[in-house]
């Protein structure tokens, strides 16, 4: 008879750690990591140690210090006595404001070109083939100057609006300037104004909300609610009797009725530019620098965008073509009801990152003396302060931020859009 | 115990990396190039020419030290640089000098921790614009554009002048010196502001320069000049010297055509001490004795620099004014050799 007997336990010994393939991950790994820590340790202290040696230690003083300087392109209130933080924070507006309006823009006319691309027109598909190649292949920094040096030296100067018989006049019925400094449209005024509130008081981050403009939103979401209520209201009409009621006129009179109504109790009225001394005064100014930024990253990013998209139509079988075809639909429905619906999925994750990109490339901005954040921070206040380490490092903590804020958005947004697998 | 190991042999590792950067001079003379920051393109200051061969008065600075320390003033490796990158050069050791009208200020020599060796050319800003505007003063520049090169003393100062005189302005930060020229030229700006030296250089590069003028109003001081890095004494001790040689040797009446021949000796004792033949200063400053010869005789004396590049019979037209010697009631002074 054999005895079953419990092997002999293993005591533990240092050397298993390496001979041992249970344990030997595992101390590969603690070993990377130490050494990993260790680098960046030293790294640090070094930086550290010399900055102290140089008589410059880590110190965030500068930033309650007056910053100096003026910023042209500015959506707050600011002036040369505000500090050196609130210089970011104009400077932090500016970059998104330019980045907003680029994804945008370049998402409009990226599915645009991508689609157009697929056309069956020889043409047109040509022609979107050499604008994505051209914008693709050449770096967005020369298409940036590029544009910046055409509105530069193309459009008439505002000296050339004086005079008897000025050589350029204004446009739209004298209302639009377009000069090499920028475009002057109307701004809207209003009489009896409801004011601003001012957030955060005197603090560097102090903010200004406009209750006019507020007041117009809240009426137009209000307004907008409504509608698509009437239209879920004629849907289910529609399925319960199979007769769709009109109801285009009643949808358009709940958004517009209400904001005239609006309008009128706020007094609104438009304030037109006019050359005054040497510039325009009154209406919106639309600097070169702005517009020339957010034409040249538009068109650069739209060339990626409309690849996706191609990529993503192409991604979707021919079949769901056909079959939508066959079910009578026409060309353009079935591009935005079948096709573009499903090729979303393939789109959206390249999309996040070309947004990414495009944020990130609007630091370019310098090239043509737009103000964003890295004009103030990592430009103007660096310089004048000395603190290179403290302003690129923080610099580079906002960029993170909002890259991984949009990641974040845009990857909710893929999980809706995803196909919801059972 | 393991920590504080670790954490010693960090300490260490970069004490031993700042002690390697200490001595500059040796750095240049290993390297046998000397690294000098310049603008990177300001007619009569800082320019290359058709070859490629840099030259312009505060080039001539860098040739000068070139030659002091290595006997040979073609050695430089010159590193253009614009008002915003210039200090981040400096400081991180790409540069072993900057000589790029750069403004002795406070917060400059104190708190970005550089060491200004002296003032070349003594300036203030001014403003330029078209005739055709009929601008007489620049008070009278409300709600102008003013171009402005962006991380300069002229944007400080220029925010200050307008505040202070209650009028408004939309500045156009712009990079490089060329930049603002097209800008100001296409009239995407009214104004052009700038050091007044600066003003007559840009303007001398103008197809039709009667066309613009330059506003009476200097609001500001701008003593330009050559700078280091702090905490170097031994080099920052050269680069002054070698500028104060040149202003000496102007003083004393030695120019590039005659250099030679005083070398020899003279009954000057201060010719004497500063050329080499009499005394060792050239050994204190651990170069060799005819040092000063070698950066005198590599652009000519201050006087010679000043007139060959932006004096009154170049296209820039700068008349000395304030940059005279002391002698000729100018502020140009330097200690004495002795």
Redesign the interface.
Same mark, same amino acid.
């Given at each position: 008879m054999t005895t079953l007997t419990d092997p002999p336990k293993e005591s533990f010994r240092l050397s298993m750690l390496i001979y041992d393939t249970r344990y030997r991950s595992a101390t590969i790994q603690v070993v990377a990591l130490m050494g990993f820590m260790l680098l960046a340790a030293w790294l640090i202290s070094n930086t550290l140690t010399n900055l102290e040696t140089l008589g410059k230690p880590i110190s965030l003083a500068f930033f309650t210090e007056p910053a100096s300087y003026d910023i042209n392109q500015r959506l707050l209130e600011y002036d040369s006595r505000d500090s050196h933080l609130r210089a970011a924070f104009i400077g932090l507006l500016n970059t998104l404001v330019v980045a907003v309006l680029g994804c945008i823009t370049a998402t409009i006319l990226g599915v645009l070109i991508g689609v157009l691309r697929l056309s069956k027109n020889w043409l047109v598909a040509r022609i979107m083939t050499v604008y994505v190649e051209m914008f693709r292949n050449v770096p967005v920094l020369l298409w940036i100057v590029l544009a910046m040096a055409v509105l530069i030296e193309s459009l008439p100067s505002p000296r050339a609006f004086r005079g008897e018989n000025p050589e350029a006049t204004m446009s739209l019925f004298d209302t639009v300037a377009v000069t090499n400094r920028g475009v002057y449209i109307p701004e809207a005024l209003f009489h009896n104004s409801l004011g601003n509130i001012h957030l955060f008081g005197q603090s560097s981050m102090r903010f200004d909300i406009s209750l006019d403009l507020v007041a117009f939103l809240v009426v137009l979401i209000a307004g907008l609610f409504v509608s698509n209520k009437i239209k879920q209201r004629a849907d289910k009409v529609q399925e319960e009797t199979g007769e769709r009621p009109t109801t285009w006129w009643q949808r358009l009179a709940v958004v517009f009725v209400p904001i005239v109504i609006l309008l009128a109790i706020l007094g609104f009225h438009l304030g037109y530019p006019e050359l005054k001394g040497f510039n325009f005064s009154g209406g919106t100014h639309m600097r070169n620098s702005l517009i020339a930024l957010w034409l040249a990253l538009s068109l650069y990013t739209a060339a990626f965008i409309a690849e996706i998209v191609r990529g993503g139509i192409l991604a979707i079988s021919h079949g769901q073509t056909e079959a939508a075809g066959a079910l009578g639909l026409r060309q353009g429905r079935i591009m935005s009801l079948v096709v573009l619906p499903q090729a979303l999925r393939v789109i959206i994750p390249p999309m996040i990152s070309n947004y990414l990109n495009l944020t990130k490339n609007s630091s370019l901005a310098i090239a043509v003396g737009y103000m964003d954040i890295t004009g103030t921070l990592g430009g103007i206040t660096m310089n004048q302060t000395g603190r290179e380490l403290e302003c690129v490092v923080l610099l580079m903590g906002v960029y993170l931020l909002i890259s991984l804020s949009i990641s974040f958005v845009m990857n909710w947004y893929n999980k809706r859009v995803a196909l919801v697998e059972r | 115990m393991k920590k504080s190991v670790?954490?010693g042999a960090? *300490?260490l590792?970069?004490?031993s990396?700042?002690a390697a950067t200490a001595g500059t001079v040796d750095d240049v003379k290993a390297r046998g190039k000397l690294n000098c920051g310049v603008a990177s393109g300001l007619v009569g200051f800082a320019t290359p020419d058709a070859n490629g061969e840099w030259g312009g008065f505060d080039v001539a600075v860098c040739r000068a030290v070139a030659a002091a320390v290595l006997g040979d003033p073609k050695a430089v490796e010159f590193v253009p640089t614009t008002?915003?990158t210039r200090?981040?050069a400096l400081?991180s050791g790409e540069i072993d000098m900057l000589a790029r009208n750069t403004t002795w200020t406070f917060?400059?020599d104190v %708190?970005?921790?550089f060491t200004f060796v002296g003032v070349n050319y003594y300036d203030g800003q001014g403003f330029m614009v078209p005739k055709?505007?009929g601008v007489s003063s620049a008070k009278e520049? %409300?709600?102008?554009?003013v171009c402005i090169q *962006?991380?300069t003393t002229t944007?400080?100062n220029?925010? %200050?002048f307008?505040?202070t005189n209650g009028i408004s302005?939309?500045?156009?930060?712009?990079?490089t010196n060329a930049e603002a020229q @097209? @800008?100001y030229l296409?009239?995407?700006?009214?104004v052009y502001t700038t050091d007044a030296s600066g003003l007559a250089a840009t303007r001398a590069a103008f197809e039709n320069p009667d066309e613009h003028a330059v506003l009476p109003e200097i609001i500001s001081k701008e003593p330009l000049g050559p700078l280091v890095r702090?905490?170097d004494n031994e080099w920052g001790d050269i680069v002054r010297w070698t500028l104060n040689a040149l202003i000496t040797a102007e003083e004393l009446g030695v120019t590039s055509a005659n250099v030679a021949e005083l070398s020899a000796g003279t009954n000057n004792p201060e010719i004497n001490r500063l050329l080499g033949s009499e005394g060792s200063l050239g050994e204190m400053l651990g170069l060799s004795a005819d040092w000063a010869k070698s950066a005198i005789m590599a652009g000519g004396n201050y006087g010679e620099v000043f007139e060959k590049n932006i004096g009154e019979n170049t296209p820039i037209g700068l008349a000395r004014g304030l940059n005279a010697q002391y002698t000729d009631g100018g502020l140009i002074y330097s200690p004495p050799f002795r």
């Open positions: - | 670790i954490f960090a *300490t590792a970069c004490m990396a700042v008002g915003k200090f981040t400081a917060s400059r %708190d970005l921790k055709e505007l520049l %409300d709600g102008a554009t *962006t991380g944007e400080l220029l925010a %200050d307008f505040r302005y939309e500045p156009v930060p712009i990079e @097209q @800008q296409a009239g995407a700006c009214d702090h905490g």
